[in-house]
């Protein structure tokens, strides 16, 4: 028995020494909030990487959300390079009603976050027309917001039921499922114009490319409701210039559960809504990456 601790604490160690894990980077440039970076770089890392931001949901921390999907393995296969970010505040939620975040260039959560993607495209030689983020719960209304204020930045987002862009803002209260304000996660509505408008409005002048958009949530959730994911979908919908094409519920796939909400030809936003899935929708690795084009 003394034996075989002693070789299983031996065979942990020469892991963590031989592999890549998860490291904490201190010092990456404007970080008003006190965000913390850690960052998951492959060992057989490519010549110029993709990057991944990961945002993990309220509640959650980075080392949590690493080992909550499975990106470090694909990360390890394709040699994309992935950001975790973790918030310490308002009960380690993403600050979405704060309008530092909801401004490019403001001074927010948003704001540390993208000096991590600049760290992390300088220190791997990343690819800046490769840069993607993706999050769950609080992690998917950031994501929302991170595509929102920086369309410069980001190529594509997939958000794990999330609201739309800028739901939050306004609100007083914390951004948690404790706050005083539950409008938003209860399913508020605007019009497809009013919705774009935030999403301008985040970036005067702003003509350039949108990012394309893949939105996941479920019909049975109950703390963020099945209407915010309908919400975001109208919101990108009316950004990008899309019309909902299709809606299919043969092969889809996210699962059989799942009904795929198609705009366009599918490339830029396409919806996912989860019969009997609740809170959180859990991420398909597999479907995201080839939205964001990582895999074949």
């Known amino acids: 028995m003394k034996y075989t601790a002693v070789a299983t604490g031996l065979l942990a160690t020469a892991s963590s020494v031989l592999g890549a894990s998860l490291q904490q980077v201190n010092s990456f ?28 949901p309220c509640g959650g921390s980075a080392p949590s959300w690493f ?29 979405v009603n704060n309008a530092g975040s909801l401004t490019h260039g ?15 495209l300088d220190t791997y030689n990343g690819d800046a027309s490769k840069v993607y983020v993706m999050g769950a719960s ?8 991170m595509v929102g204020s920086y369309p410069d930045v ?10 739309p862009f800028a739901c939050f803002a306004g609100s007083l209260g914390d951004p948690t499922p404790f706050g005083s304000n539950q409008t938003c996660a209860q399913g508020l509505i605007h019009t ?11 970036y005067p002048g702003y003509d350039g490319k949108r990012p394309r958009m893949q939105v996941i949530h479920g019909l049975a959730d109950g703390l963020v409701r099945p209407e915010c994911g309908y919400e975001q979908l109208k919101q990108w919908g009316a950004v990008l210039g899309l019309e909902n094409t299709a809606n299919n519920t043969n092969n889809v796939p996210e699962g059989q559960e799942y009904t795929e909400i198609v705009y366009g030809d599918g490339s830029q936003l396409v919806g996912y809504m989860g019969q009997g899935v609740g809170h959180f929708a859990p ?9 964001f084009g990582i895999l074949s």
Do not use: K
Not at 72 to 89: C, E, H, K, L
Not at 138 to 145: D, I, L, Q, Y
């Open 67 to 95: 080992s909550g999907t499975q990106l470090p393995s694909y990360a390890d296969q394709n040699g994309f390079v992935v950001i975790y970010p973790q918030t310490t505040r308002f009960s380690n939620c993403w600050d």
């Open 154 to 163: 980001f190529e594509a987002g997939a958000a794990y039921s999330g609201v």
């Open 192 to 202: 497809a114009d009013e919705w774009a408008a935030f999403v301008q409005n985040a």
């Open 283 to 291: 991420p398909n690795e597999q479907v995201m990456l080839r939205f």
């Open 106 to 120: 403001g001074q927010g959560d948003a704001t540390g976050i993208i000096s991590m993607v600049n760290y992390a």
């Open 29 to 56: 440039g404007d970080n008003p909030t006190g965000t913390q970076m850690y960052i998951y770089a492959p060992d057989n890392i490519a010549s110029s990487p993709a990057i991944i931001v990961a945002l993990h």
């Open 138 to 145: 609080s992690g998917a209304m950031m994501t929302n917001v």
